[in-house]
C-alpha cells in the first residue's frame, strides 16, 4: 500500500520562499503525474502545479514564474520550490499522484504568508 510523505510548510514572511516536499513510499510506480494542490480556507483545492512522466511542467497563472516543480525518479520524491510567496499563497497544500496503482493524496502541510 503507497504513502505520500509531506514536509516543508511553515510560517514565512511575504516575498520569502520555502520549498515542499512530498515522498512517495511503499508500492507507488508507473506514475503518470506528480502535482501540488493547495486549499485556502473558504475556497476549493486548485491545481497549483503539474509534471507529468515525460517531465513537463504546467502551472496555475497565479503562481507561473514564482513556483517550480521537480522531481527525483530515484526516490519517488516530488518538491515544490516556492519564491516570492505572496499573502493570497496561503493555503494548505497537498501532493497527488496518478499512477497505474490508483490515485494517491498526502495529507496536506500548511504554508502561512504573514508579516
Known amino acids: 500500500q503507497g504513502q505520500l510523505v509531506e514536509s516543508g510548510g511553515g510560517l514565512v514572511q511575504p516575498g520569502g520562499s520555502l520549498r515542499l516536499s512530498c515522498a512517495a513510499s511503499?508500492?507507488?510506480?508507473?506514475?503518470?503525474?506528480m502535482n501540488w494542490y493547495r486549499q485556502a480556507p473558504g475556497k476549493r483545492r486548485e491545481l497549483v502545479a503539474r509534471m507529468l512522466s515525460g517531465g513537463s511542467a504546467n502551472y496555475a497563472d497565479s503562481v507561473q514564474g514564482r513556483f517550480t516543480i521537480s522531481r527525483d525518479n530515484a526516490k519517488n520524491t516530488v518538491f515544490l520550490q516556492m519564491n516570492s510567496l505572496q499573502y493570497e499563497d496561503t493555503a494548505v497544500y497537498y501532493c497527488?499522484?496518478?499512477?497505474?496503482?490508483?490515485?494517491?493524496w498526502g495529507q496536506g502541510t500548511q504554508v502561512t504568508v504573514s508579516s
Open positions: 497527488k499522484i496518478d499512477s497505474t496503482q490508483g490515485v494517491y
Open positions: 511503499g508500492s507507488i510506480y508507473n506514475i503518470y503525474t
